[in-house]
């Protein structure tokens, strides 16, 4: 799929990699953007439509799909990590990151499924994690979020198949952007990550590793857990 003159609808557009993405599909010459965010931000730019969207709110997510029924390409990006413990954190932290890394992107996917067939299929663009593949302490219930939101990808792409809607995962490490501020790590900038999902979209690749972290996690999967979090380790402790 062609993204110039497309219609997309960008969630978590507001900084960071989402709005990396609306600056990236402008420049691919996408015809409409909606860029959808809580908090609605303030954007006097031709083709772009600011909308309020809290993609955990199922009667939002109903209003918003009325009112964008022109859309072909939908990138679910929004997304929060409270850093919280599996064993020892609060549930309710728990349940917000799945709330908003798995359950909100599954009901903007089953809002807007009917939609991109009736528009011609379109494509779905997941922002997920090489936390889908791995965890570490203090990152537990995000990496459980990730990786429901892993299967969420696999799944719908091939509930999705016949009606020729095309879903793309993007795995990545660390981005540049708030989320990982303070962190000491190589970090992928959201431009290099924007521009690696818009190209699978238009190339029909179906996951994108967008980094050396991503690659080196999904090559240690085949591994027993002992050998493979003993070379993510040490990974880590090298960088």
Known sequence: MQLKNAV???TGANRGIGREFVAQLQARGAA???AASRTPIELDVAGVEPISLDITDPAQVRAVAEKAG???VLINNAGISTGTSLVSGDVADIRREMETNFFGPLLMTQ???PILKANGGGAILNVVSA???FTMPGAGAYAASKAAAWQLTDSTRLELADQGTHVVGVHMGLVDTDMAAGM???????????VAGLDA?????????ADDWARLVKSGLPLGP???YAQLFSALSAS
């Open 201 to 209: 979209i238009e190339s029909g690749l179906d996951e994108v590793l």
């Open 226 to 228: 002992t050998e493979r």
């Open 131 to 133: 936390l889908s593949w």
């Open 32 to 34: 409409k953007i909606y």
């Open 111 to 113: 809002a807007f499924a």
């Open 184 to 194: 000491q790590a190589p970090k992928l900038s959201p431009t290099a990550l924007a």
């Open 8 to 10: 997309v609808l960008v």
């Open 70 to 72: 022109d859309v072909q």
